[in-house]
């Protein structure tokens, strides 16, 4: 749709996207047919394309954006990019590199029947990360191994325990039963006792899930067991836990065996993958797909290890079975195949009208830059149902920069609260500049009056610096940190902040940040409800618009078929009745927007990350 839309419009453009065609890609992708399954979305894209529009001129990029190759010099070739990308961190940088190329950027987003397009100009208007995004949701690991209260927290512990029965271990994925837990002591002291705990005070043997699980031949019934009988058994003398919840039911399997009711089906009716299976159809459905992987671990051959991927159905049964099984023992309403592959990929399926008028909208507004007509660009917002005024879509005046944001002010300043003690090279590096400020290649400068460097972009410089704490390095209270990432053109400086008082399980907080302010709706809050175990639980403006020398016009960033939940509409802005109020530009009215329409597209399947690996889509337009 896009991509046909462009090709009308325009003389010429350049697709990038690393992404290949997949089965589901074809009911809503007329460019794609069952034939190019497995095939580089770009090239068939543009293959297709040149049927029906012979004369544009397309160059089409089988690669990841995030390619150092594609520098600002590349970004500078063409007049304007267009985005439509499905996760925060590829929006960052092409906007940072749009920023550091005075590139315009066209950023647009879609999640369900919602969606949004808007228009980013470096001094006119906000950047896109100028407005905070909604924290990616995570959750303790004791709530995910011992006190689940949602679907969502036992979608993931099935995750987890498909990469420690099949994939790579990590011991932060544990499922096993944490005696740690501080709400399962009486006395403060009593945890760290629980944690040293010997085998014999009734804590799982100290051999590895994957371990245990070989020496039984991957037996179903004996993983079931131990999954679903022993380990809940076990939890069940932590009595403490269970005062104010409702203690979990243990499931034994020969018990099932011999009361198994033929096609149970206990919700569900119409598309097998809509229906939600009893309890022994879940038993089964774990049999089988235990017994597929092991084959396909065995075809591998000797320290194989296979990758969990939602569009893989053996791995997608085995993660509906034992999730749905653990919902079932914890009291939980259970989820049909189509709802866990939803939320343990951290999606919101794709719907192509929804698509098509954002591709629409997209082409529009870029054809106001093109034709210099900023003042007339705005911000649009597709809502699922009509506002007062009977429209579904509603334009908004674009904001200006903000003074505050760390990435187009003038002096890009962020405060950064942690441990220096605790806090490593690698962590600072990994989790806090790459992972949060969106950085690729950072490089860190100690202002110390040495101009120490602490992290160095260029390879084996200063890895050794790596397993470090920042106190080892004399950062302390009050240290200053200048970071810069070449391939962006962006710095940003770094002010220390000690301190021991983070909650539990929090590395960092960056100072000044709002939390996220937006309430689940309703109709969200009933139905979580319902199904809980009782868990209280810059630059100045640029006016040139000349086009360059070269012949690329255009860039556009498109989006994967399944866009990310903690994304979905919320891509630069997002549209929903919950969010902050704003005017809207109204023809009858005269009204022009001074505040941003925002949405909150937050739910239980944001607390997984996002296994679509479609991070670098682009389409650019020469």
């Known amino acids: 749709m896009f991509l046909s839309n462009c090709c009308g419009a325009g003389r010429g453009f350049s697709s990038i996207d690393l992404d290949t065609i997949d089965v589901s890609n074809l009911n809503r992708q007329f460019l794609f047919q069952k034939k190019h399954v497995g095939k580089s979305k770009a090239q068939v894209a543009k293959e297709s394309a040149l049927q029906f529009c012979p004369t544009v001129n397309i160059t089409a990029y089988h690669d990841s954006i995030m390619n150092p190759e594609y520098n600002v010099e590349f970004f500078r070739k063409f007049m304007l990019v267009m985005n439509a990308l499905d996760n925060r961190a590829a929006r960052n940088h092409v906007n940072r590199m749009c920023l550091a190329a005075d590139i315009p950027l066209i950023e647009s987003g879609s999640a369900g029947y919602l969606g949004q397009v808007t228009v980013i100009k470096k001094g006119l208007t906000e950047c896109y990360e100028c407005q905070p995004k909604p924290t ?33 271990e990590d011991a932060d994925q544990e499922v096993s039963p944490d ?7 009486w006395n403060p002291e009593d945890t760290a006792t629980r944690a040293t705990a010997s085998d014999k005070d009734g804590d799982i043997k100290r051999v590895s899930t994957k371990e245990w699980a070989r020496s039984t031949g991957y037996d179903p019934a004996k993983l079931f067991n131990k999954l679903f009988k022993d380990d809940i058994m076990y939890l069940l003398t932590m009595d403490k836990l269970w005062k104010t919840r409702k203690a979990p039911t243990p499931l034994d399997w020969q018990q099932l065996e011999n009361s198994a009711r033929p096609q149970e089906v206990s919700a569900g009716s119409g598309l097998k993958d809509q229906q939600v299976l009893g309890v022994w159809g879940l038993c089964q459905l774990f049999q089988r797909s235990v017994e597929t992987l092991r084959s396909q671990l065995q075809e591998k051959g000797e320290g194989a290890e296979l990758v969990w991927d939602k569009d893989d159905p053996p791995a997608l049964d085995f993660v509906t079975a034992a999730a749905n099984l653990r919902m079932h023992i914890f009291s939980m309403n259970m989820k049909s195949p189509f709802d866990v592959k939803s939320m343990a990929g951290n999606i919101i399926p794709a719907i192509a009208t929804t698509n098509a008028v954002i591709a629409g909208l997209i082409v529009l507004e ?53 441990n220096v003690h605790k806090t490593t090279v690698l962590s600072l590096q990994d989790r806090i500049l790459k992972e949060r400020f969106g950085m690729v290649a950072p490089d860190v400068q100690i202002e110390d009056g040495k101009g120490t460097i602490l992290i160095s972009s260029e390879e084996g410089e200063t890895e050794t610096n790596n397993s470090k704490s920042l106190a080892d390095f004399g950062i302390r209270n009050g240290s200053r940190l200048q970071v810069d990432d070449f391939l962006q053109d962006y710095a940003l400086l770094v002010n220390v902040l000690h301190t021991e008082e983070l909650e539990r399980d929090v590395e960092f907080e960056v100072v000044g940040e709002a939390p996220d302010k937006a309430p689940p709706p309703q109709s969200t809050q009933e139905e979580v409800k319902s199904i809980t175990n009782g868990n209280k639980d810059s630059a100045q403006p640029s006016t040139s618009f000349k086009a360059p020398a070269e012949d690329d016009d255009i860039m556009i960033v498109d989006s994967g078929e399944e866009e990310e939940e903690e994304e979905g509409a919320s891509s630069s802005t997002a549209a929903t009745s919950s969010g902050s109020k704003r005017k809207h530009s109204d023809a009858e009215t005269g009204e022009t927007s001074t505040k941003r329409l925002r949405t909150d597209q937050s739910s239980a399947a944001a607390a997984t990350n996002d296994d679509d690996n479609d991070d670098d889509d682009i389409i650019a337009l020469d």
């Open 366 to 418: 870029g054809l106001k830059v093109l034709s210099g007509e900023l003042e007339s660009c705005r911000t649009i917002f597709l809502n699922k149902c009509p506002n007062l005024r009977k429209k579904l879509l509603i334009p908004c005046v674009l904001d200006p920069p903000s003074a505050s944001c760390y990435v187009c002010a003038s002096q890009p300043e962020v405060t950064v609260k942690l």
């Open 136 to 168: 990616q949701k995570t959750f303790p690991g004791c709530t995910i191994r011992n006190t689940p209260s949602e679907p969502i927290h036992c979608i993931v512990w099935a995750k987890y325990l498909f990469n420690q029965l099949f994939g790579e």
């Open 179 to 185: 005696t740690a837990d501080p709400e399962a002591a």
